[in-house]
């Protein structure tokens, strides 16, 4: 007789062939000398395979970033190689900010970024996508904050020996700060400064301290207490009665964080005050 074949399930990797085709039983052979009662058909199906793109945009402008590297992960953490090198796969973001990878077998992958621009932090969060249908693009974004800035001034550039001087640090906090592991602002003094006792100033979220011994100022964050914008420290210092007169005394600031992907300091450049010496006619 003659009957019909079609597909009706299959694994989920595969595409399913919509088409039914027909047999006959027996089957007569091309020149019509010989009848198979035997007959084997090989039908053929399509893995499924897909791709994603991915943007990079900037948290506080939304601006697109380019320059960035990201690599492919199958969901269990092993990297996606190349099919013709066996390499891991590393993308870098273009003019628009975007990367883009397709021919991935059907199964789950993320995105993460190993390598940011100037100006931002790593973000490395995975960025999870699934290829489950043949030809479709699965569109994904990422955003990278802005790295915090610290700026550190003084009210007199020049004063008399023994005289006090007042310091201002200012801190601008990123959109992200809540999900920090660490934010601290440590101020040491110069040898030749010396820290005025219950100057320093506390800003919600931060515990100050000060040790003695090696004339430190801390101000130690509690990053779920902290909201972004610009945070200002100051503090007061007497210039040391015995400080050389001339010789410009540098001090800086700095930044100790830590955003969950990566630990970083940053610096101020140096502040300075000089001792001058007094004149009288």
């Not at 931002?120 to 990278?144: A, C, D, K, W």
């Not at 008399?160 to 310091?167: C, D, Y």
């Amino acid at each position: 007789g003659r009957y019909e074949i079609g597909e009706i399930s299959g694994p989920d990797y595969v595409n399913l062939s919509p088409d039914t085709f027909s047999v006959d039983i027996p089957m007569t052979s091309e020149d019509g000398t010989k009848v198979n009662y035997d007959v084997h058909i090989y039908p053929k199906n399509e893995l499924i395979r897909g791709g994603a793109k991915l943007i990079k945009y900037a948290n506080e402008t939304n601006e697109t970033l380019q320059g960035v590297k990201i690599k492919v992960f199958h969901a269990d953490g092993t990297p996606v190689l190349d099919k013709d090198t066996n390499e891991e796969i590393i993308l870098t973001t273009g003019h628009n900010g975007s990367v883009s990878i397709d021919g991935l077998r059907y199964g789950d992958y993320y995105f993460q970024e190993v390598a940011t621009i100037d100006g931002y932090l790593l973000n490395q969060e995975p960025i999870p996508f699934s290829v489950t249908e043949s030809g479709v693009i699965v569109n994904v974004e990422l955003q990278n904050y802005s790295k915090p800035d610290v700026e550190k001034d003084v009210d007199k550039e020049a004063v008399n020996r023994g005289e006090i001087v007042e310091f201002t640090i200012s801190v601008n906090l990123p959109l992200d700060i809540e999900d920090y592991v660490k934010f601290d602002v440590i101020d040491q003094l110069h040898e030749n400064l010396l820290y005025v006792e219950g100057s320093a100033n506390s800003p919600t979220g931060f515990t100050f301290s000060y040790d003695n011994d090696t004339k430190t100022l801390t101000w130690t964050g509690d990053p779920q207490n902290l909201s972004s914008g610009v945070v200002t420290f100051t503090f007061k210092a007497q210039v040391s009665p015995t400080a050389t007169a001339n010789v410009p005394i540098e001090n800086e600031a700095e930044i100790d964080y830590d955003n969950g992907y990566e630990e970083r300091t940053e610096k101020t450049p140096p502040t300075t005050v000089t001792p001058t010496v007094g004149s009288l006619t």
